[in-house]
Protein backbone atom coordinates (compact mmCIF):
# COMPACT_ATOMS: atom_id res chain seq x y z
CA UNK A 1 0.00 0.00 0.00
CA UNK A 2 2.50 2.42 0.78
CA UNK A 3 4.56 1.83 -2.74
CA UNK A 4 1.29 2.17 -4.36
CA UNK A 5 0.93 5.91 -2.07
CA UNK A 6 4.62 6.97 -3.61
CA UNK A 7 3.80 5.87 -7.23
CA UNK A 8 1.05 8.14 -6.94
CA UNK A 9 2.83 10.51 -5.85
CA UNK A 10 5.46 10.44 -8.47
CA UNK A 11 2.93 10.42 -11.02
CA UNK A 12 1.63 13.40 -9.82
CA UNK A 13 5.18 15.11 -9.93
CA UNK A 14 5.42 13.50 -13.58
CA UNK A 15 1.76 15.70 -14.16
CA UNK A 16 3.80 18.68 -12.96
CA UNK A 17 6.81 17.94 -15.07
CA UNK A 18 4.62 17.67 -18.42
CA UNK A 19 2.46 20.72 -18.17
CA UNK A 20 4.34 22.92 -20.06
CA UNK A 21 4.75 21.25 -23.20
CA UNK A 22 1.97 23.38 -25.10
CA UNK A 23 1.48 21.79 -28.45
CA UNK A 24 2.82 18.52 -28.68
CA UNK A 25 3.16 17.97 -24.75
CA UNK A 26 2.51 14.07 -25.35
CA UNK A 27 5.81 13.61 -27.60
CA UNK A 28 7.60 14.65 -24.24
CA UNK A 29 5.20 12.12 -22.32
CA UNK A 30 5.50 9.09 -24.45
CA UNK A 31 9.45 9.71 -24.07
CA UNK A 32 9.63 10.05 -20.28
CA UNK A 33 7.31 7.02 -20.17
CA UNK A 34 9.48 5.15 -22.46
CA UNK A 35 12.72 6.32 -20.79
CA UNK A 36 10.81 5.09 -17.24
CA UNK A 37 10.19 1.50 -18.91
CA UNK A 38 13.60 1.28 -20.62
CA UNK A 39 16.32 3.11 -18.74
CA UNK A 40 18.65 0.02 -17.88
CA UNK A 41 19.65 2.29 -14.72
CA UNK A 42 16.10 2.37 -13.55
CA UNK A 43 16.41 -1.51 -13.85
CA UNK A 44 19.50 -1.53 -11.49
CA UNK A 45 17.66 0.31 -8.87
CA UNK A 46 14.32 -2.14 -9.06
CA UNK A 47 16.76 -5.65 -9.13
CA UNK A 48 18.74 -4.16 -6.00
CA UNK A 49 15.40 -3.21 -4.77
CA UNK A 50 14.33 -6.46 -4.89
CA UNK A 51 17.50 -8.36 -3.65
CA UNK A 52 16.97 -6.21 -0.56
CA UNK A 53 13.38 -7.42 -0.24
CA UNK A 54 14.05 -11.08 -0.53
CA UNK A 55 16.66 -11.01 2.03
CA UNK A 56 13.93 -10.57 4.49
CA UNK A 57 13.03 -14.12 3.59
CA UNK A 58 16.53 -15.35 4.15
CA UNK A 59 16.99 -13.95 7.18
CA UNK A 60 13.84 -16.01 8.31
CA UNK A 61 15.67 -18.71 9.22
CA UNK A 62 16.71 -21.16 11.85
CA UNK A 63 20.55 -21.56 12.85
CA UNK A 64 21.82 -24.76 11.19
CA UNK A 65 20.78 -28.20 12.40
CA UNK A 66 24.27 -30.09 13.84
CA UNK A 67 24.29 -33.55 13.36
CA UNK A 68 27.00 -35.88 14.43
CA UNK A 69 28.08 -39.36 14.28
CA UNK A 70 31.81 -40.85 15.96
CA UNK A 71 32.73 -44.52 16.01
CA UNK A 72 34.49 -46.13 19.06
CA UNK A 73 37.81 -47.33 17.94
CA UNK A 74 38.33 -48.77 20.70
CA UNK A 75 35.04 -49.88 22.60
CA UNK A 76 34.50 -48.65 26.17
CA UNK A 77 32.99 -51.04 27.93
CA UNK A 78 29.93 -51.07 30.69
CA UNK A 79 27.93 -53.14 32.65
CA UNK A 80 25.16 -53.39 30.45
CA UNK A 81 28.09 -53.95 26.76
CA UNK A 82 30.75 -52.32 24.98
CA UNK A 83 29.96 -49.04 23.20
CA UNK A 84 29.58 -49.28 19.64
CA UNK A 85 28.90 -45.90 17.58
CA UNK A 86 27.26 -42.22 18.62
CA UNK A 87 25.21 -40.48 16.89
CA UNK A 88 23.45 -36.94 17.67
CA UNK A 89 21.51 -34.03 16.78
CA UNK A 90 21.32 -30.35 17.69
CA UNK A 91 18.95 -27.35 17.12
CA UNK A 92 19.90 -23.88 18.35
CA UNK A 93 17.22 -21.74 18.96
CA UNK A 94 17.84 -17.62 18.94
CA UNK A 95 16.22 -15.53 21.85
CA UNK A 96 12.54 -14.84 21.62
CA UNK A 97 11.90 -12.28 18.86
CA UNK A 98 15.41 -12.68 17.66
CA UNK A 99 14.44 -13.80 13.90
CA UNK A 100 11.57 -10.96 13.86
CA UNK A 101 14.09 -8.45 14.73
CA UNK A 102 16.12 -10.03 11.77
CA UNK A 103 12.89 -9.49 9.08
CA UNK A 104 12.28 -6.31 10.59
CA UNK A 105 16.12 -4.85 10.16
CA UNK A 106 16.18 -6.42 6.15
CA UNK A 107 12.60 -4.81 6.07
CA UNK A 108 14.26 -1.60 6.59
CA UNK A 109 17.13 -1.70 4.65
CA UNK A 110 14.76 -2.50 1.75
CA UNK A 111 12.71 0.36 2.29
CA UNK A 112 15.72 2.78 2.04
CA UNK A 113 16.73 0.97 -1.06
CA UNK A 114 13.17 2.07 -2.26
CA UNK A 115 13.90 5.29 -1.96
CA UNK A 116 17.17 4.97 -4.92
CA UNK A 117 14.19 4.26 -7.49
CA UNK A 118 12.35 6.82 -6.80
CA UNK A 119 15.25 9.39 -6.85
CA UNK A 120 16.53 7.37 -10.21
CA UNK A 121 12.85 8.43 -11.45
CA UNK A 122 13.32 11.89 -10.88
CA UNK A 123 16.48 12.52 -12.18
CA UNK A 124 15.83 10.56 -15.16
CA UNK A 125 12.39 12.26 -15.58
CA UNK A 126 14.36 16.15 -15.71
CA UNK A 127 17.42 14.33 -17.99
CA UNK A 128 15.11 13.88 -20.54
CA UNK A 129 12.90 16.59 -19.94
CA UNK A 130 16.32 18.74 -20.24
CA UNK A 131 17.25 16.97 -23.26
CA UNK A 132 14.09 17.54 -24.88
CA UNK A 133 14.20 21.23 -24.06
CA UNK A 134 17.62 21.35 -25.39
CA UNK A 135 16.76 19.91 -28.54
CA UNK A 136 13.40 22.32 -29.05
CA UNK A 137 16.27 25.34 -28.70
CA UNK A 138 18.47 23.76 -31.04
CA UNK A 139 15.28 23.31 -33.80
CA UNK A 140 13.95 26.54 -33.11
CA UNK A 141 17.16 28.52 -33.89
CA UNK A 142 17.60 26.42 -36.80
CA UNK A 143 14.39 27.75 -37.94
CA UNK A 144 15.62 31.43 -36.76
CA UNK A 145 18.09 30.78 -38.97
CA UNK A 146 16.73 29.95 -41.99
CA UNK A 147 14.49 32.87 -41.87
CA UNK A 148 16.69 35.54 -41.65
CA UNK A 149 18.79 33.82 -44.43
CA UNK A 150 15.89 34.04 -46.45
CA UNK A 151 15.68 37.87 -45.48
CA UNK A 152 19.24 38.70 -46.23
CA UNK A 153 18.57 37.38 -49.79
CA UNK A 154 15.30 39.90 -49.83
CA UNK A 155 18.54 42.17 -48.82
CA UNK A 156 20.65 41.09 -51.28
CA UNK A 157 18.32 41.15 -54.06
CA UNK A 158 17.47 44.70 -52.94
CA UNK A 159 21.42 45.69 -52.83
CA UNK A 160 21.63 44.29 -56.41
CA UNK A 161 18.59 46.42 -58.10
CA UNK A 162 20.49 49.17 -55.74
CA UNK A 163 24.18 48.45 -57.95
CA UNK A 164 21.74 48.65 -61.18
CA UNK A 165 21.13 51.79 -60.59
CA UNK A 166 24.12 52.68 -58.63
CA UNK A 167 22.38 53.84 -55.23
CA UNK A 168 24.40 50.35 -53.86
CA UNK A 169 28.38 48.99 -54.33
CA UNK A 170 29.26 45.64 -54.97
CA UNK A 171 31.02 45.57 -51.48
CA UNK A 172 27.24 45.69 -49.78
CA UNK A 173 26.20 42.98 -52.04
CA UNK A 174 29.18 41.24 -50.76
CA UNK A 175 28.73 41.81 -47.23
CA UNK A 176 25.23 40.51 -47.44
CA UNK A 177 26.12 37.04 -49.14
CA UNK A 178 29.39 36.53 -46.76
CA UNK A 179 26.37 37.30 -44.02
CA UNK A 180 24.42 34.55 -45.51
CA UNK A 181 27.22 32.37 -45.70
CA UNK A 182 28.17 32.73 -41.79
CA UNK A 183 24.69 32.18 -40.88
CA UNK A 184 24.30 28.95 -43.13
CA UNK A 185 27.81 27.87 -41.64
CA UNK A 186 26.09 28.21 -38.12
CA UNK A 187 22.72 26.17 -39.02
CA UNK A 188 25.11 23.15 -40.12
CA UNK A 189 26.41 23.52 -36.79
CA UNK A 190 23.48 23.38 -34.89
CA UNK A 191 21.82 20.59 -37.11
CA UNK A 192 25.72 18.08 -35.66
CA UNK A 193 24.84 19.70 -32.32
CA UNK A 194 21.20 18.60 -32.67
CA UNK A 195 22.22 14.95 -33.60
CA UNK A 196 24.69 14.86 -30.97
CA UNK A 197 21.95 15.94 -28.54
CA UNK A 198 19.54 13.77 -29.95
CA UNK A 199 22.11 10.59 -28.84
CA UNK A 200 21.84 11.69 -25.39
CA UNK A 201 18.08 11.40 -25.67
CA UNK A 202 18.20 8.40 -27.26
CA UNK A 203 20.59 6.74 -24.92
CA UNK A 204 18.56 7.39 -21.99
CA UNK A 205 15.47 5.39 -23.50
CA UNK A 206 18.00 3.15 -24.24
CA UNK A 207 17.37 2.58 -27.88
CA UNK A 208 19.50 3.20 -31.16
CA UNK A 209 21.24 6.64 -31.50
CA UNK A 210 19.70 7.58 -34.71
CA UNK A 211 15.91 6.93 -33.70
CA UNK A 212 13.92 10.52 -35.02
CA UNK A 213 12.73 12.55 -31.91
CA UNK A 214 10.17 15.03 -32.97
CA UNK A 215 10.05 18.21 -30.94
CA UNK A 216 7.53 20.92 -30.12
CA UNK A 217 6.89 23.88 -32.36
CA UNK A 218 6.42 26.15 -29.99
CA UNK A 219 6.71 26.22 -26.13
CA UNK A 220 5.35 29.28 -24.79
CA UNK A 221 5.66 30.73 -21.40
CA UNK A 222 2.53 30.41 -18.98
CA UNK A 223 1.64 33.77 -17.20
CA UNK A 224 1.61 32.27 -13.98
CA UNK A 225 4.29 30.23 -12.18
CA UNK A 226 3.33 26.92 -10.59
CA UNK A 227 4.74 27.57 -7.09
CA UNK A 228 5.93 25.36 -4.98
CA UNK A 229 6.80 25.63 -0.96
CA UNK A 230 10.36 25.49 0.20
CA UNK A 231 9.07 23.17 2.86
CA UNK A 232 7.97 20.92 0.60
CA UNK A 233 12.11 19.91 -0.01
CA UNK A 234 11.04 17.97 3.51
CA UNK A 235 9.77 15.30 1.70
CA UNK A 236 11.92 14.81 -1.09
CA UNK A 237 13.42 11.13 -1.73
CA UNK A 238 17.06 12.07 -1.05
CA UNK A 239 16.06 13.39 2.49
CA UNK A 240 13.02 10.55 3.14
CA UNK A 241 15.61 7.81 2.04
CA UNK A 242 18.15 9.50 5.09
CA UNK A 243 15.09 8.88 7.69
CA UNK A 244 14.93 5.22 6.19
CA UNK A 245 18.59 5.10 7.10
CA UNK A 246 18.09 5.95 10.50
CA UNK A 247 15.16 3.78 10.73
CA UNK A 248 17.03 0.93 9.56
CA UNK A 249 19.92 2.34 12.44
CA UNK A 250 17.60 1.69 14.89
CA UNK A 251 15.97 -1.79 13.97
CA UNK A 252 19.86 -2.87 13.66
CA UNK A 253 20.20 -1.45 16.90
CA UNK A 254 16.84 -3.84 18.73
CA UNK A 255 18.68 -6.87 16.54
CA UNK A 256 22.28 -5.73 18.39
CA UNK A 257 19.84 -6.60 21.49
CA UNK A 258 18.47 -9.73 20.56
CA UNK A 259 21.70 -11.32 19.71
CA UNK A 260 23.56 -10.00 22.44
CA UNK A 261 20.54 -12.34 24.52
CA UNK A 262 21.28 -16.13 25.60
CA UNK A 263 20.73 -18.95 22.76
CA UNK A 264 19.18 -22.57 24.10
CA UNK A 265 19.14 -25.37 22.14
CA UNK A 266 17.87 -29.15 22.37
CA UNK A 267 19.37 -32.05 21.06
CA UNK A 268 19.50 -36.05 21.64
CA UNK A 269 22.57 -38.44 21.81
CA UNK A 270 22.00 -42.15 20.63
CA UNK A 271 24.88 -44.47 21.67
CA UNK A 272 24.62 -48.27 20.20
CA UNK A 273 25.47 -50.88 23.11
CA UNK A 274 26.19 -54.50 22.08
CA UNK A 275 25.49 -56.90 24.86
CA UNK A 276 27.92 -59.09 26.55
CA UNK A 277 28.64 -62.61 25.87
CA UNK A 278 27.37 -64.83 28.60
CA UNK A 279 26.07 -62.87 30.36
CA UNK A 280 21.47 -62.67 31.07
CA UNK A 281 20.55 -60.16 32.57
CA UNK A 282 17.47 -57.42 32.13
CA UNK A 283 19.48 -54.61 30.65
CA UNK A 284 22.18 -56.62 28.29
CA UNK A 285 23.06 -54.53 25.47
CA UNK A 286 20.18 -51.72 26.19
CA UNK A 287 20.82 -48.72 23.41
CA UNK A 288 21.80 -45.33 25.50
CA UNK A 289 19.02 -42.81 24.27
CA UNK A 290 20.13 -39.37 26.19
CA UNK A 291 17.76 -36.02 25.53
CA UNK A 292 20.27 -32.95 25.97
CA UNK A 293 20.00 -29.15 26.91
CA UNK A 294 21.84 -26.48 25.75
CA UNK A 295 22.39 -22.51 26.33
CA UNK A 296 24.63 -20.31 24.85
CA UNK A 297 25.64 -17.24 27.18
CA UNK A 298 27.42 -14.00 25.44
CA UNK A 299 29.79 -13.66 28.72
CA UNK A 300 32.26 -11.94 26.64
CA UNK A 301 29.94 -9.24 25.10
CA UNK A 302 32.29 -6.18 24.30
CA UNK A 303 31.20 -6.96 20.80
CA UNK A 304 27.60 -5.97 21.56
CA UNK A 305 28.54 -3.01 23.37
CA UNK A 306 30.66 -1.48 20.36
CA UNK A 307 27.97 -2.25 17.69
CA UNK A 308 25.61 -0.44 19.96
CA UNK A 309 28.53 2.54 20.06
CA UNK A 310 28.82 2.22 16.38
CA UNK A 311 24.74 2.58 15.59
CA UNK A 312 25.00 6.07 17.61
CA UNK A 313 27.68 7.54 15.54
CA UNK A 314 26.13 6.47 12.65
CA UNK A 315 22.67 7.96 13.38
CA UNK A 316 24.72 11.32 14.33
CA UNK A 317 26.05 10.53 10.75
CA UNK A 318 23.06 10.27 8.94
CA UNK A 319 21.63 13.58 10.56
CA UNK A 320 24.61 15.45 9.59
CA UNK A 321 24.43 14.45 5.70
CA UNK A 322 20.72 14.88 5.53
CA UNK A 323 21.41 18.47 6.88
CA UNK A 324 24.09 18.87 4.52
CA UNK A 325 21.84 17.65 2.17
CA UNK A 326 18.79 19.81 2.57
CA UNK A 327 21.25 22.98 2.77
CA UNK A 328 22.23 21.44 -0.93
CA UNK A 329 18.82 21.02 -2.37
CA UNK A 330 17.75 24.34 -0.46
CA UNK A 331 20.47 26.67 -2.55
CA UNK A 332 19.52 24.21 -5.51
CA UNK A 333 15.60 25.31 -5.48
CA UNK A 334 16.09 28.68 -4.69
CA UNK A 335 18.48 28.84 -7.41
CA UNK A 336 16.35 27.47 -9.99
CA UNK A 337 13.41 29.93 -8.86
CA UNK A 338 16.06 33.18 -9.47
CA UNK A 339 16.84 31.45 -13.24
CA UNK A 340 13.43 30.98 -13.94
CA UNK A 341 12.10 34.38 -12.98
CA UNK A 342 15.01 35.63 -15.15
CA UNK A 343 14.52 33.89 -18.01
CA UNK A 344 10.80 35.22 -17.85
CA UNK A 345 12.10 38.52 -17.75
CA UNK A 346 14.87 37.96 -20.31
CA UNK A 347 11.79 36.41 -22.78
CA UNK A 348 9.52 39.60 -22.42
CA UNK A 349 12.63 41.84 -23.03
CA UNK A 350 14.02 40.36 -26.51
CA UNK A 351 9.99 39.94 -27.36
CA UNK A 352 10.03 44.10 -26.96
CA UNK A 353 13.34 44.40 -28.41
CA UNK A 354 11.98 42.41 -31.83
CA UNK A 355 9.13 44.43 -32.26
CA UNK A 356 11.65 47.45 -31.80
CA UNK A 357 14.18 45.63 -34.42
CA UNK A 358 11.05 44.57 -37.05
CA UNK A 359 10.06 48.47 -36.75
CA UNK A 360 13.76 49.85 -38.02
CA UNK A 361 13.16 47.03 -40.20
CA UNK A 362 10.11 48.83 -41.55
CA UNK A 363 11.50 52.06 -41.76
CA UNK A 364 14.60 50.72 -43.66
CA UNK A 365 12.36 48.90 -46.32
CA UNK A 366 10.25 52.17 -46.66
CA UNK A 367 14.00 54.14 -47.05
CA UNK A 368 15.00 51.86 -49.89
CA UNK A 369 11.60 53.09 -51.79
CA UNK A 370 13.01 56.91 -51.33
CA UNK A 371 16.31 55.48 -52.44
CA UNK A 372 17.94 56.24 -49.08
CA UNK A 373 18.78 52.55 -48.10
CA UNK A 374 22.08 52.15 -46.11
CA UNK A 375 22.74 48.27 -46.01
CA UNK A 376 25.21 48.61 -43.16
CA UNK A 377 22.37 49.66 -41.48
CA UNK A 378 20.42 46.76 -43.06
CA UNK A 379 23.35 44.26 -41.62
CA UNK A 380 22.99 45.82 -38.52
CA UNK A 381 19.40 45.48 -37.44
CA UNK A 382 19.37 42.00 -38.84
CA UNK A 383 22.18 41.02 -36.99
CA UNK A 384 20.31 42.47 -33.61
CA UNK A 385 17.52 40.87 -35.22
CA UNK A 386 19.05 37.28 -34.78
CA UNK A 387 20.61 37.88 -31.86
CA UNK A 388 17.56 38.78 -30.06
CA UNK A 389 15.79 35.80 -31.31
CA UNK A 390 18.46 33.54 -30.43
CA UNK A 391 18.42 34.92 -26.53
CA UNK A 392 14.80 34.52 -26.37
CA UNK A 393 14.80 30.53 -27.79
CA UNK A 394 17.36 30.20 -24.78
CA UNK A 395 15.28 32.26 -22.63
CA UNK A 396 12.09 29.89 -23.13
CA UNK A 397 14.58 26.98 -22.73
CA UNK A 398 15.89 28.23 -19.36
CA UNK A 399 12.78 28.62 -18.12
CA UNK A 400 11.47 24.99 -19.38
CA UNK A 401 15.19 23.87 -17.87
CA UNK A 402 14.76 25.77 -14.34
CA UNK A 403 11.22 24.27 -14.08
CA UNK A 404 12.70 20.37 -14.98
CA UNK A 405 14.84 21.62 -11.38
CA UNK A 406 11.81 22.92 -9.49
CA UNK A 407 9.65 19.71 -10.21
CA UNK A 408 12.78 17.42 -9.69
CA UNK A 409 12.90 19.11 -6.05
CA UNK A 410 9.15 19.36 -5.26
CA UNK A 411 6.83 16.65 -3.61
Known amino acids: MKNKLKRKGFGLVLVMLLWGCFLKAQSLGSLVEEALHSNPEIQKFEWQYARASERVNEVNTLPNTEFGMGYFASEPETRTGPQRFKVSAKQMLPWFGSITARENYASALADAKYEDIVVAKRKLIASVSQSYYKLFAIRSKQIVLGQNIKLLKDYEVLALNSLEVGKASAVDVLRLQMRQNELERLKKVLEQNFVAER ?43 YDKLYHSVEQSELLNQKESSPMFGFGLDYIAVSERPEMDFSDNGKDVVMPMVSLSIPIFNKKYRSKTK ?102
Open 199 to 241: TVLNKLLNRQVDVEVTVADSLPIPEDNMEFALEDLALHPELLK
Open 310 to 411: QNQLLQKELLSEKQLRLNKLEALFQKAVTDRSAARISYNTQSLNLKQAKNAENILIKGYETGTIDFNDVLDVQELQLKFQIDRIEAVKSYYVQTSIINYLSK
